[in-house]
């Protein structure tokens, strides 16, 4: 069973910087997505950007192009989340999670009920 531990959360203030992690526990991602989404209190969970393991394809949410960077480090099995110009509206609880079918797909997916592997939420607070 793959596990997937997110770590780098924390308070920041707006204009801040954060950088999260996610290790995959378990085996590699060579042929997956990984992903990253979002919760906010009272709010419905949110994409916030995807990559291809083996390709680094990405897509990100508008919301978050161009602040927001997702990058893997294969010798570390580990996925990242570099987060820049941070927003109050960014504070949520950021999840990572995996699609083990992305290369059935048409492109990257954006929605949570195709990815089948969940971190457990690290929690991003970015103070105005």
């Known amino acids: 069973q793959v596990q997937l531990v997110e770590s780098g959360g924390g308070l920041v203030q707006a204009g801040g910087s954060l950088r999260l992690s996610c290790e995959v526990v378990?085996?590699?991602?060579?042929?997956?997505?990984m992903g990253w989404f979002r919760q906010a209190p009272g709010k419905e969970r949110e994409f916030v950007a995807t990559?291809?393991?083996?390709?680094?394809?990405?897509t990100y949410a508008e919301s978050v192009k161009g602040r927001f960077t997702i990058s893997r480090d294969n010798d570390k099995n580990t996925l990242h989340l570099e987060m820049n110009s941070l927003k109050p509206e960014d504070t949520a609880v950021y999840y990572c999670?995996?699609?083990?079918?992305?290369?059935?797909?048409?492109?990257?997916?954006?929605?949570?009920?195709?990815?089948?592997?969940w971190g457990q939420g690290t929690q991003v607070t970015v103070s105005s």
């Open positions: 990559l291809h393991w083996r390709t680094s394809l990405t």
């Open positions: 999670a995996g699609d083990s079918r992305s290369l059935y797909r048409a492109r990257l997916s954006r929605a949570q009920d195709d990815y089948d592997y």
């Open positions: 378990g085996r590699t991602f060579g042929d997956y997505a």
